[in-house]
C-alpha cells in the first residue's frame, strides 16, 4: 500500500496549488482519503477527508470555502484545490486512508510522504 503527495510549492498569498495523492497497492474506492497539514513546531492537522462510499467532503473549518478536495478513483488520484492560499497555510501536507472520514491522526491507516506548501511574498 503505498499512496505518493505531489504538487506542493511555493505560491504568493492569494494564489492557487492543487495537490495529488495518488495511490497504489490497494482499491482506492475502499477507502476514504483525508489530507493533514504540519506546520514547523506544530501538531500534525487534518484539514478535508472525503468518503469512500458517497464522495461527501469535510473541510476543517479555516479552509472552508477556499479548498476543495475530489478523486478520480479510475485514475486513483485524490486531489486537493487550495484557492485563496493564506501564509497560515504553510505547511508539509501529507494524504493518508481510512476506513471512515475523522479528524484523528491515530484513525488513518496509511501515510504518504509530505509535500511542502509554502504561502510567501
Known amino acids: 500500500v503505498q499512496l505518493q503527495a505531489s504538487g506542493g510549492g511555493l505560491v504568493q498569498p492569494g494564489g492557487s496549488l492543487r495537490l495529488s495523492c495518488a495511490a497504489s497497492g490497494f482499491t482506492l474506492d475502499y477507502y476514504a482519503i483525508g489530507w493533514f497539514r504540519q506546520a514547523p513546531g506544530k501538531e500534525r492537522e487534518w484539514v478535508s477527508c472525503i468518503s469512500s462510499s458517497d464522495d461527501n467532503t469535510y473541510y476543517v473549518d479555516s479552509v472552508m470555502g477556499r479548498f476543495t478536495i475530489s478523486r478520480d478513483n479510475a485514475k486513483k488520484l485524490v486531489y486537493l484545490q487550495m484557492n485563496s492560499l493564506k501564509h497560515e497555510d504553510t505547511a508539509v501536507y501529507y494524504c493518508?486512508?481510512?476506513?471512515?472520514?475523522?479528524?484523528?491522526?491515530?484513525?488513518?491507516?496509511?501515510w504518504g510522504q509530505g509535500t511542502q506548501v509554502t504561502v510567501s511574498s
Open positions: 493518508a486512508a481510512t476506513w471512515k472520514c475523522g479528524t484523528g491522526v491515530p484513525q488513518y491507516d496509511y
